[in-house]
């Protein structure tokens, strides 16, 4: 889908995507990546199922399994709710996910998470490439992060939520500072 020469780390601050090889399909290209001190089939057995990504992605409000086998997304974007279903274009068990966004979308998207073992038996490196059409452009962007909704910081935040869910079974937040802030579901 895209490339990224980013080392792994436990942030990478967008741009994180060499634009000559970011080649995703829409405008706006990101990379995160994460060190969870968790084997890969557990990492990949959470994210493949869909339904768990609430507990740990701040803005997205819902996703529900179509029985065709698609998802359906609600995320909330900056100025309300966005809505699409996404299709699974590649699994490769335990080591990657590609998806993208299909039909009638809200806000075009693709993306893909990769599960690799990391150095010396630290666990795994997660890195999710994301690529997506900015609503309104330039501007949508800068509405976005005016709100701290924009999707770069956002998964920065996310993918250390997934890490603490992960290597502790909670995720810490302080009660009131923000308006999904909630013990996760067991």
Not at 31 to 43: G, Y
Not at 111 to 132: H, K, N, W, Y
Not at 148 to 153: A, L, N, Q, T
């Amino acid at each position: 889908m895209f490339e990224t020469e980013n080392g792994t780390c436990a942030e990478i601050s967008p741009p994180a995507v060499n634009k000559a090889k970011a080649g995703g399909p829409y405008n706006s290209n990101f990379a995160a990546s994460v060190t969870i001190n968790r084997p890969a089939e557990d990492l990949y057995a959470f994210w493949s199922n869909f339904t768990n990504l609430p507990r740990v992605m701040e803005n997205v409000q819902s996703v529900t399994k179509l029985p065709d086998g698609r998802t359906h997304w609600v995320v909330q974007g900056p100025n309300g709710p966005l809505n699409w279903d996404a299709e699974v274009v590649e699994d490769t068990p335990n080591r990657r996910l590609v998806w993208r966004s299909v039909g009638d979308a809200d806000i075009d998207n693709a993306g893909q998470i990769e599960f690799t073992p990391a150095p010396d038996g630290r666990g795994t490196e997660v890195r999710a490439l994301i690529s997506f059409k900015a609503p309104l452009g330039a501007a949508g962007r800068l509405i976005a992060a005016a709100l701290e909704r924009d999707p770069h910081i956002q998964a920065r935040r996310d993918l250390r939520r997934l890490k603490q869910l992960m290597e502790t079974g909670e995720v810490s937040t302080a009660l009131g500072s923000s308006p999904t802030a909630k013990h996760p579901k067991s």
